[in-house]
């Protein structure tokens, strides 16, 4: 997607979890806060109170209560976030500028948790990226020269197809032990109105459960790229092409 000059991107995730929690529910240390500054230098701790409930024939009764602080970086707009918790870390983009500035981050970070915390096993990996196609034309239905008809299939369910309120996909590929969640259609900001805006939805997330190495962690995060990019291709024709390098 960074060959084109614009993009349609509205949210970008990458993200990785843990199978055992990180010693940083009190205190971050000065080493990560140094790395996660550097980037996104406004820094916003957010305290939390998580309670665990247990679920009997008696009811419901409180057993435990979790407090700690999830550790939120900014960029200095905040079109970007990072987010360091026990269990995860992740960054958020929403203003995306490219691929090699998404690892060059995000990675920094987990680099600096794999020399601090060499025992930190991953449990999940994922790589997200939504994309929100709008154009102001008078008919919002209309997108046969922009988009893969394969993707339109469902307007041609009901007889009127200005009666459709949503109309939304969800596909789920395999690719060897990588998953994708291809999330496709018109959500409809209206709902349950009718479509009056031309806005269409294309949602790829990658991931893989399953424990990895940190090691490894850049080459298969290309692998989520490549897979995501090729999708997006096939879903999009020459106009939308020609749009998104005007």
Do not use: C
């Not at 590929?173 to 291809?182: A, G």
């Not at 009718?194 to 459960?209: N, P, T």
């Not at 790229?225 to 090729?230: C, L, T, V």
Request: hydrophobic share 35%.
């Amino acid at each position: 997607m960074a060959k084109y000059k614009k993009n349609f991107l509205n949210s970008v995730i990458i993200k990785i979890e843990f199978y055992d929690n990180l010693p940083i529910n009190e205190e971050l240390p000065q080493g990560l806060i140094d790395i996660a500054i550097k980037n996104f230098p406004l820094f916003e701790p957010k305290p939390f109170i998580r309670k665990k409930y247990d679920f009997s024939n008696r009811g419901m009764k409180e057993a435990e209560t979790f407090e700690g602080t999830n550790w939120i970086f900014h960029g200095k707009n905040r079109e970007k976030s990072l987010t360091l918790e026990q269990a995860a870390v992740g960054i958020k983009y929403s203003k995306y500028s490219s691929f090699n500035d998404l690892k060059k981050e995000f990675f920094s970070v987990l680099d600096k948790i794999s020399e601090m915390y060499p025992e930190a096993r991953i449990s999940r990996s994922g790589l997200r990226y939504i994309n929100n196609i709008e154009f102001n034309e008078k008919n919002p239905l209309n997108w046969g020269k922009y988009l893969n008809t394969n993707l339109l299939a469902i307007f041609k369910v009901p007889q009127d197809k200005n009666t459709i309120t949503r109309a939304f996909h969800n596909l789920e590929l395999k690719y060897d032990d990588m998953n994708i969640r291809f999330q496709y259609g018109m959500p409809n900001p209206d709902y349950p109105s009718l479509i009056r805006k031309k806005s269409f939805i294309l949602d790829f997330d990658a991931y893989l459960s399953g424990e990895q190495e940190i090691s490894k962690m850049p080459d298969q995060v290309n692998k989520y790229h490549e897979k995501i990019e090729q999708l997006f291709e096939n879903s999009i024709k020459d106009d939308l092409r020609e749009k998104m390098n005007e």
